[in-house]
């Protein structure tokens, strides 16, 4: 049996459509790919992000190259309505990434690879990230 792979999907702001997918044959902390990820990022679409919103596997990482890292955290004290208010509609825009992944999972069938060893599930992610 094979070790399994863990895989990291970004996608826009504003649409669905996924910009970057990074396939790890390791289980590793979530913060330290997200350079990787970023880098990815910046190669499709031609310019770095200046903000990223990520969830609670990211906490640690404020910034990498510019780019500000938001992970959810209970608001401060002194905050205004308008401020947790817009706070709240970023974080609940991030819960969008989990719909994208349940179709890359049900629809190209990344619940089970059936391409062997680690390059076959970079292989099967790339595919399907790309349909």
Do not use: W
Not at 16 to 24: G, K, M, N, Q
Not at 61 to 88: C, F, H, Q, S, Y
């Amino acid at each position: 049996m094979y070790p399994s792979s863990k895989a990291f999907v970004g996608i826009t702001a504003e649409s669905d459509v996924i910009v970057s997918a990074v396939s790890h044959p390791k289980n590793i902390y979530d913060g330290h790919t997200l350079s990787e990820v970023l880098d990815l990022v910046e190669a499709i679409i031609g310019q770095s992000p200046k903000l990223v919103i990520a969830d609670r596997g990211y906490r640690g990482v404020d910034e990498i190259n510019g780019t500000t890292i938001l992970t959810r955290k209970p608001a401060d004290k002194d905050a205004t309505a308008a401020e947790k208010e817009k706070m709240r509609d970023r974080f609940s825009r991030r819960s969008a990434v989990e719909a994208v992944i349940g179709h890359l999972k049900k629809d190209f069938r990344m619940m089970r690879c059936y391409l062997k060893v680690t390059i076959g599930d970079q292989i099967n992610l790339l595919l399907g990230a790309s349909a």
